[in-house]
């Protein structure tokens, strides 16, 4: 067989591989220096810090953002930052040594989200567990 030929379909393999195996996964968030990125097409988000408000930025985010939390943890203060003063701060008990349950926050639906964090490290936990889906069911009373 030709050796070109050969070469050629090893790496077409390869990719149909690759991007069937990316389409199976969730993005993962690495912290790195003074940034996280966390890529996995077609979301991808940035962590980065400005004094102390930890930002995080969604690039093609889904409807909603799952925020792990950590029942006996003390509050944190996040926003979903549209530009505006009026954007309203929220207090949520986000995971730091453990994940106890997830609770949703609507992203808005835009090309890009932007949160905002007051009182948690960029490279916590709950940074790192951060969960996106376009549905969410609520829970039902027994």
Known sequence: MNKTFITRAIAFAVTVVAAQAAAAQDYNVHHSGDTVIAELSPQAIFVRTSGDTTIVEITSPKRYIFLPVEKDKPEVRVQLSTGSPDDPWKSVRLAREKIDYYTPMPLGGGE????KFLGIA???????ALKMDDTWS?????
């Open 112 to 115: 890009k989200a932007t949160l």
């Open 122 to 128: 960029p490279d916590a936990l709950a940074l790192q």
């Open 138 to 142: 609520k829970p039902r009373n027994k």
